[in-house]
């Protein structure tokens, strides 16, 4: 079956503008995460989701992100005032969202600030 | 959850048995070990977690020492496709994320 989507695969900005990254997650899972993950480290945690709310956004580095899952399904990733600190690969995975479940990663989108 | 250290990079030969390790020394008795793996330019991939028992699928084997402070992932017969940046994450069983580090470097030599 189909796997976690995500787009745009590359997205290139300037500093100051705001941008939307989507994900898909597979159908019929309940949990969706984000993640971001800078040249040479692992990912790290941004915020999760149970359906349509977010469970925890403990990981969101500032206001300037935001993310929004109004069905439970689609997910959007917003950033506002782009800084180029924030160039990274914004990955995005779902589960199940039954306890200690897998998470299915997509292949992410790559976010460049120029 | 408990912090994990790995070594930065190996290297294993085409066929032979790759043996990645992971010391966890601080894991709680509700921690399991979790192994992800990173092939370049894709997101993370599961292959095995485990508690206490060794497991096994048909990714991996996983190795836990008995006082569980450290654990080794065996890929019993590796690949070129299996070259990866292998990650050891210790998480609380139900938690909601997944803490990545900085995961080894396999690099599988033909």
């Known amino acids: 079956g189909a796997g976690v989507s995500q787009t745009p695969s590359n997205k290139v900005t300037e500093k100051g503008k705001y941008v939307e990254l989507r994900c898909d997650p597979i159908?019929?899972?309940?949990?969706l995460y984000w993640y971001r993950q800078s040249l040479g480290q692992g990912p790290e945690f941004l915020i999760y989701?149970?359906?349509?709310?977010?469970?925890?956004d403990s990981g969101l580095p500032n206001d300037r992100f935001f993310a929004v899952r109004p069905e439970g399904s689609v997910s959007t990733l917003k950033i506002q005032r782009t800084e180029r600190g924030d160039s990274a690969v914004y990955l995005c995975?779902?589960?199940?969202?039954?306890?200690?479940?897998?998470?299915?990663f997509g292949p992410g989108t790559r976010l460049t600030v120029l | 959850d408990a912090k994990t250290t790995q070594p930065p990079s190996m290297d294993c030969a085409e066929g032979r048995a790759a043996n990645l390790p992971c010391n966890h020394s601080?894991?709680?008795?509700?921690?399991?070990v979790y192994w992800y793996r990173q092939i370049h330019s894709q997101g993370p991939q599961y292959i095995i977690h485990?508690?206490?028992n060794n497991e096994t699928n048909e990714m991996a084997s996983l190795i836990i020492t008995e006082d569980r402070k450290s654990s080794t992932l065996i890929l019993p017969h590796a690949t070129l496709r299996d070259t990866a940046v292998y990650y050891c994450?210790?998480?609380?069983?139900?938690?909601?994320?997944?803490?990545f580090g900085t995961g080894t470097r396999l690099t599988v030599i033909p």
């Open positions: 995975a779902s589960s199940l969202g039954t306890e200690g479940d897998t998470q299915y």
């Open positions: 159908s019929g899972h309940t949990a």
């Open positions: 989701f149970q359906g349509t709310g977010a469970a925890d």
């Open positions: 601080t894991i709680s008795g509700n921690e399991y």
């Open positions: 485990g508690l206490k």
């Open positions: 994450i210790v998480r609380v069983w139900g938690a909601n994320n997944l803490f």
